[in-house]
C-alpha cells in the first residue's frame, strides 16, 4: 500500500503579500461605508427638517381655515419684512405673530400674511393692503429654520374663500357692430370678468 504525503510546497493558504493586499481591500471599503453613513445621516436629518417644517406650515393654515372668514385678518399696511431672507418674507406682526417652535430638537419660525386677493382671466392676484375685501384672502405660511449654518426655508399658500358672497348673475343682450361702418358683426364674443 502506497502512503501519499504533502511537500511543504503543495500546502493550500495565502501569503503574507495576499493578505496584506485582502486588509487593504477590506479597510478601502471599510472607510467608503464610513464616509457614506455621514451623507445619509445629513439627508436624513435634512428630510427630517423638511417634513417638521411642512408639518408646522400646515397646521397653522388648517388652524386659519378652521375659522370663521371674518375672523381671518388681513394684514396690514405696514408689514414688516425678514431682510435676511432673499426675497425678503413679509410677515403680519400684529394679528398672526410670529411664533418661535421647537420641534424635534429643532428650532422652528413659523410667519403668517394674509392678503386679499381676486381672480383675473384666471389667474389669483394679491390686492395692496388697504384694498376692500374681495371675499378671497391669500394665505401664506412661511416656516424658517437653520440647517449646518445655512438658512432654509419652507412656504404653503392657499385661498380663504368668504363663503355667504353671493356670486352675481347677469345677462348681457345687445348687438356687437363694427364702430367704423355700424355693420353688425356676426359671432362676436363678449366676455365680462
Not at 9 to 15: E, F, I, L, W
Not at 22 to 48: D, E
Amino acid at each position: 500500500m502506497m502512503k501519499y504525503t504533502k511537500s511543504p510546497s503543495n500546502r493550500s493558504g495565502v501569503t503574507l503579500v495576499e493578505l496584506m493586499v485582502a486588509i487593504v481591500i477590506l479597510t478601502v471599503g471599510i472607510l467608503g461605508l464610513v464616509a457614506s453613513f455621514g451623507a445619509i445621516q445629513r439627508a436624513v436629518q435634512n428630510a427630517k427638517n423638511k417634513t417638521l417644517a411642512s408639518t408646522l406650515a400646515q397646521e397653522q393654515m388648517q388652524i386659519l381655515k378652521q375659522k370663521n372668514y371674518y375672523q381671518v385678518l388681513i394684514t396690514t399696511a405696514s408689514t414688516p419684512h425678514r431682510t435676511d431672507y432673499t426675497p425678503s418674507i413679509p410677515y403680519d406682526h400684529g394679528y398672526f405673530p410670529p411664533e418661535t417652535i421647537l420641534q424635534g430638537g429643532k428650532v422652528f419660525e413659523r410667519l403668517t400674511y394674509i392678503q386679499v386677493a381676486q381672480v383675473v382671466s384666471g389667474v389669483l392676484v394679491p390686492l395692496p393692503s388697504g384694498t376692500p375685501d374681495t371675499g378671497l384672502k391669500l394665505i401664506t405660511i412661511t416656516t424658517l429654520w437653520t440647517q449646518a449654518g445655512e438658512k432654509k426655508k419652507l412656504v404653503i399658500t392657499s385661498v380663504l374663500g368668504n363663503p355667504n358672497t353671493v356670486t352675481a348673475n347677469a345677462i348681457i343682450t345687445g348687438l356687437v357692430s363694427d364702430s367704423a361702418t355700424g355693420t353688425p358683426i356676426a359671432g362676436a364674443v363678449v366676455t365680462a370678468a
